[in-house]
Nanobody, 123 residues
């Protein structure tokens, strides 16, 4: 069993930065691919980014590529999402998720979800 708790959301002006954290409990965290999804008001949930078990490979949605960076620290059981050059269209609830493979994660076949953290970007 893995529990995921997100933090770091908030209100920021366009062009600003935020760093989201996903803290995990459970001794098997390092065996999971971990990623971030977001759901904007009135829109479907969408995949944002993922990182493999070792942290050696990362994946991004085209909409955030070059602006967001995902990383993980398995010693601390934490995954980060550094978000730079934020835009109003990045406004959403951001969810941390864990799954067995990158493909499963990208297809929303998720084993564990966090509760979400709100990110609001003002213009």
């Amino acid at each position: 069993q893995v529990q995921l708790v997100e933090s770091g959301g908030g209100l920021v002006q366009a062009g600003g930065s935020l760093r989201l954290s996903c803290a995990a409990s459970g001794r098997t965290f390092s065996t999971y691919v971990v990623g971030w999804f977001r759901r904007a008001p009135g829109k479907e949930r969408e995949f944002v980014s993922a990182v493999t078990r070792s942290g050696g490979s990362t994946y991004y949605a085209d909409s955030v590529k070059g602006r967001f960076t995902i990383s993980r620290d398995n010693a601390k059981d934490i995954v980060y999402l550094q978000m730079n050059s934020l835009k109003p269209e990045d406004t959403a609830v951001y969810y941390c998720a864990a799954s067995g493979t990158v493909q499963a994660l990208s297809e929303s076949r998720v084993d564990y979800w966090g509760q979400g953290t709100q990110v609001t970007v003002s213009s």
